[in-house]
């Protein structure tokens, strides 16, 4: 059975895309990421172009994310303070962000730029959280303590505009959240991601939030800066498949809320380790696609 894609302009299996969407949405409710950064190489490894990969996931980032984020609801661990400046972050950078994808595929220079920034992104952030995991495994009473929690760098403490986050513990200025939030709307309008992969570890080890708290936060900004990018990559780019992207959501609602049951009982530091070793995963493929020689050296397309 082949189902017809009329923006990408091929035949799919259903059936294993439906099975991608709820593998990955399985690992966005266990690990608090949008599960883009896994979604879209593989959309391109199984034939999707790149372009129409990166534009149709951001649509599946938010019905997972939504889905996964219902279960930390019930539990508390959203901040919604901290969210609402990821967000607005968040929206300033997904709009530069899908502007600058249009002028690099005007250019033709998208697909490359796509992944030199997941080899880039993905081996820099996947190697410092496996040692980072490694460490606290090692160490485990040694980490996220209050004590811990309440070190701060002169650099944070110079920053002005100080405010009280009380579900994170926390006392920064707004400032940085914000620009954690435009970074991660850049990345999910170039990359097709949700930013997950980059805003958890920098909530845990620059905004040095509670851990239980990150994963629920992450999935509520994401929700809003996907939403965002897909529209402005619909209107923008033309980018997004309505089929590709039904066939996603269809099993990455199921698979979300499996994940965050799942996650709940593995150790914070263990979660850590295991994304570390995907997003590892994933970077050493696209290294490995950008140094071999292709099955085709020269391709004839319409202009």
Do not use: C
């Given at each position: 059975?082949?189902?017809?894609?009329?923006?990408?302009?091929?035949?799919?299996?259903?059936?294993?895309?439906?099975?991608?969407?709820?593998?990955?949405?399985?690992?966005?409710?266990?690990?608090?990421?949008?599960?883009?950064?896994?979604?879209t190489?593989?959309?391109?490894?199984?034939?999707?172009?790149?372009?129409?990969?990166?534009?149709?996931?951001?649509?599946?980032?938010?019905?997972?994310?939504?889905?996964?984020?219902?279960?930390?609801?019930?539990?508390?661990?959203?901040d919604?303070?901290?969210?609402?400046?990821?967000?607005?972050?968040?929206?300033?950078?997904?709009?530069?962000?899908?502007?600058?994808?249009?002028?690099?595929?005007?250019?033709?220079?998208?697909?490359?730029?796509i992944?030199?920034?997941?080899?880039?992104?993905?081996?820099t952030?996947?190697?410092?959280?496996?040692?980072?995991?490694?460490?606290?495994?090692?160490?485990?009473?040694?980490?996220?303590?209050?004590?811990?929690?309440?070190?701060?760098?002169?650099?944070?403490?110079?920053?002005?505009?100080?405010?009280?986050?009380?579900?994170?513990?926390?006392?920064?200025?707004?400032?940085?959240?914000?620009?954690?939030?435009?970074?991660?709307?850049?990345?999910?309008?170039?990359?097709?991601?949700?930013?997950?992969?980059?805003?958890?570890?920098?909530?845990?080890?620059?905004?040095?939030?509670?851990?239980?708290?990150?994963?629920?936060?992450?999935?509520?900004?994401?929700?809003?800066?996907?939403?965002?990018?897909?529209?402005?990559?619909?209107?923008?780019?033309?980018?997004?498949?309505?089929?590709?992207?039904?066939?996603?959501?269809?099993?990455?609602?199921?698979?979300?809320?499996?994940?965050?049951?799942?996650?709940v009982?593995?150790?914070a530091?263990?979660?850590?380790?295991?994304?570390?070793?995907?997003?590892?995963?994933?970077?050493?493929?696209?290294?490995?696609?950008?140094v071999?020689?292709?099955?085709?050296?020269?391709?004839v397309?319409?202009?």
């Amino acid at each position: 059975m082949q189902v017809y894609l009329p923006i990408a302009e091929m035949p799919v299996d259903p059936f294993i895309i439906i099975a991608m969407g709820g593998a990955v949405g399985f690992l966005s409710g266990m690990f608090g990421v949008g599960g883009g950064f896994l979604m879209t190489p593989l959309l391109i490894f199984y034939g999707i172009p790149p372009v129409v990969a990166v534009g149709t996931e951001a649509s599946q980032i938010v019905a997972a994310s939504v889905s996964g984020v219902t279960a930390h609801l019930r539990r508390k661990t959203v901040d919604f303070q901290m969210g609402g400046y990821l967000v607005a972050g968040g929206g300033i950078g997904a709009i530069f962000g899908v502007y600058l994808f249009r002028y690099l595929r005007a250019a033709g220079q998208v697909e490359t730029v796509i992944s030199i920034a997941y080899v880039v992104f993905l081996t820099t952030v996947g190697g410092l959280m496996l040692v980072e995991s490694m460490r606290a495994l090692s160490r485990p009473h040694h980490i996220d303590t209050p004590r811990n929690r309440k070190r701060r760098v002169a650099w944070m403490a110079a920053l002005p505009f100080a405010m009280r986050f009380r579900r994170s513990q926390l006392y920064i200025s707004p400032i940085l959240p914000l620009l954690l939030g435009a970074i991660g709307g850049m990345l999910a309008a170039i990359m097709g991601v949700g930013g997950g992969f980059i805003m958890v570890p920098a909530m845990i080890y620059v905004l040095q939030m509670p851990t239980n708290v990150v994963i629920g936060t992450s999935l509520f900004q994401i929700i809003f800066v996907t939403a965002l990018t897909t529209i402005l990559h619909a209107v923008t780019n033309q980018a997004v498949d309505i089929v590709l992207a039904l066939l996603l959501l269809s099993g990455g609602v199921i698979g979300a809320q499996l994940g965050a049951r799942a996650g709940v009982a593995l150790k914070a530091e263990q979660l850590r380790a295991l994304l570390a070793l995907l997003v590892l995963a994933v970077g050493a493929r696209f290294l490995f696609d950008l140094v071999t020689t292709p099955p085709s050296l020269f391709v004839v397309s319409p202009m």
